[in-house]
């Protein structure tokens, strides 16, 4: 028997939890009268809402901004593709390809993770042209090239196109309750401790190294998911897309407009970015201008995004990863 | 000086730690024995807070040797020396800034006391209660005065239930009433078998927990021992009391 308690999660976020799981059936209904053109362009919102979620994270969380974490992107549409040359089932390897990735990330964060933030940044990115670099040798590859997942052609488009459709959903939704559990729990505190002061979170007994390295990890398999559903969607590979910058620009932009550190943050973030990008997507540079001009626009005057601006209308942040004591004793 | 008895809990010997060309520690040897309370005084830039570092493992020493309950602890990280049981505060408080109270002493009770949710939340709230922290419970830690900041130190060191706290001037800044409930309470813990090792400036409040004082100037132990004998060597009066009159 223990004599206090923590605040049970708020009726207003429950709503809110209760509709997410509504539009995930909405969603999952959808293919059956839902054009083409909209399963292909949700299918990039959930993968965006992968990256988001996936970066946040690792920036919002444990303190630890990347902008290599395009590294993984490619690396997981690379294995996808060697693993369907090598006769796995493309929709298994859609999977297995992004899960590969923990085996390539743990060792690499031993090196990674030693650094400070700044160099660890810089190192990603480094890494991540290092790596492009090697995959590009790979002869199979072809150079700048690249190669295309023909064997998805024998299936029928429609088949094809709402069960990448499917499988996007559901891993943006496992993606979501995963990190949503885990930083309900021990290791939520503790990355945020690493974030705040990493010094300090070890004299309280935070195995800083350890916890750092689980959500590095985590970050990777999220992102190379992203890049197996992408070249799946996409088809065709070509190294200095899959391996390209874009992918952190993106991530960035999505998790500072929705809001760094929140849950609600990265996906309102990706959900505002599909949004521009079905709008302005066909003006090209002055698209991307656009970004750059709403993510200075926000950096400028809403320093913590949308769920900011959210919270300062609720008087406090909804979903919040806070807990409150209950002030009485049960 | 005696060698430390076998009985000491967490010795250390001969320790180093230079910064460049500036020995902070130079050749330090301390001891302090289960449930023993040892006060450290020294001017301004002695070394005693350096002190506390190496003890708790926050930075690498340069040489020397650190012992606790008998193992060999010097090259152990930090989270592996909280878990063993010894915590310490930080002089200038490093709360964690992005949460509230209540989850900085959470995050000890669960990291470095090892408890699971339910128990931990219930163990954190008692030691609110206890530190005098219980009505800030869910302000942030960025809101907090330093003197409640202060008090968050000494909260999130006990969350983790050590054997052995490092106390660094947590009592500067107190009322005279606020400095008798802060004695109150390192006696409690005292009395409850905790060992005490506690930095501070403020001699009168020391003298009513300690059972012996170390002396500490330019990196080295000048004296230690009974404290009123530590407070008559003629070292000591000329290092600390000669440089800062009271
Ligand atoms: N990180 C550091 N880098 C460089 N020099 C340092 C560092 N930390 C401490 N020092 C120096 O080491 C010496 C000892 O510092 P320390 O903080 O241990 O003294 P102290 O006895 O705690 O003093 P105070 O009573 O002011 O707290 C000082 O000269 C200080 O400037
Ligand atoms: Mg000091």
């Not at chain 1, 503790?190 to 750092?212: C, H, L, M, P, Y």
């Not at chain 2, 163990?123 to 530190?131: G, R, S, V, W, Y």
């Not at chain 2, 300690?210 to 000329?238: F, K, S, T, Y």
Request: glycine share 10%; charged share 15%; net charge neutral.
């Amino acid at each position: 028997m223990t004599d206090y308690s923590i605040r049970p999660i708020p009726q207003f976020d429950r709503a809110i939890i209760a509709g997410a799981g509504m539009a995930f059936v909405v969603f999952g209904l959808l293919p059956m009268f839902g054009s083409a053109l909209v399963v292909d362009k949700l299918t990039m919102l959930f993968i965006y809402i992968i990256l988001a979620v996936t970066w946040n994270l690792l920036a919002g969380y444990a303190g630890l901004v990347s902008v290599g974490h395009q590294a993984f992107v490619g690396l997981g549409a690379y294995m996808m593709l060697r693993m369907v040359e090598a006769g796995v089932p493309p929709f298994i390897a859609i999977v297995a390809g992004g899960a590969v990735i923990a085996l390539i990330a743990w060792p690499m964060a031993a090196f990674v993770l030693r650094l400070r933030a700044g160099e660890f940044a810089i190192a990603m990115w480094v890494l991540a042209e290092t790596i492009r670099s090697l995959v590009m040798l790979d002869p199979y590859i072809q150079g700048e090239t690249g190669r295309s997942l023909v064997v998805l052609n024998a299936y029928d488009p429609d088949m094809r196109r709402n069960t990448i459709y499917l499988m996007a959903l559901v891993l943006a939704g496992a993606v979501i309750v995963i990190s949503y559990r885990l930083l309900h729990g021990r290791l939520g505190g503790e990355t945020q401790a690493i974030r705040d002061d990493e010094e300090a979170a070890g004299s309280v007994g935070v195995s800083t190294f350890r916890v750092k390295r689980i959500i590095f990890v985590l970050s990777a398999v999220g992102c190379a998911l992203a890049g197996t559903l992408w070249l799946a969607s996409a088809i065709t590979f070509q190294p200095r897309t899959a391996f390209g910058i874009q992918w952190s620009v993106f991530m960035l932009f999505m998790v500072l407009v929705g809001g760094l550190g929140s849950i609600l943050g990265p996906i309102l973030g990706a959900v505002l970015f599909m949004t521009l990008q079905v709008i302005f997507g066909d003006f090209g540079v002055w698209y991307l201008a656009g970004l750059g001009i709403v993510a200075m626009l926000f950096a400028l005057h809403v320093p913590r995004g949308i769920v900011g601006l959210l919270s300062e209308k609720m008087g406090r942040e909804p979903i919040t990863m806070q807990k409150l004591l209950n002030p009485k004793r049960t | 000086m005696n060698s430390p008895d076998l009985q000491s809990h967490l010795v250390a010997r001969r320790l180093r730690k230079s910064y460049g060309s500036l020995k902070a520690l130079d050749d330090v040897s301390f001891h302090v024995g289960k449930g023993e309370a040892v006060g450290i005084v020294g001017p301004n830039g002695a070394g005693k807070t350096t002190l506390f570092g190496a003890l708790a493992g926050s930075f690498p020493v340069s040489g020397g040797q650190i012992t606790f309950a008998g193992d060999d602890i010097t090259h152990d990280p930090a989270e592996t020396r909280c878990a063993m049981g010894i915590a310490r505060t930080y002089q200038v408080p490093r709360p964690f800034l992005g949460m509230t109270v209540f989850e900085n002493v959470m995050v000890a009770a669960r990291a470095g006391g090892g408890l699971s949710a339910a128990p931990a939340t219930d163990h954190a709230a008692k030691i609110l209660e206890q530190t005098g922290l219980f009505a800030l419970a869910n302000t942030p830690a960025a809101a907090l005065g330093l003197l409640d900041r202060k008090r968050l130190e000494v909260a999130r060191a006990l969350a983790t239930s050590p054997d052995i706290i490092l106390l660094d001037e947590i009592g500067g800044g107190l009322t005279e009433a606020e400095l008798v409930q802060l004695i109150a309470l390192i006696q409690s813990l005292k009395d409850n078998g905790m060992t005490i090792v506690w930095i501070e400036h403020i001699l009168h409040a020391l003298i009513k927990v300690i059972d012996r004082l170390v002396c500490m100037a330019e990196g080295r132990v000048l004296a230690a021992g009974d404290p009123n004998a530590v407070m008559q060597n003629a070292d000591v009066r000329r290092a600390y009391l000669g440089s800062t009159p009271e």
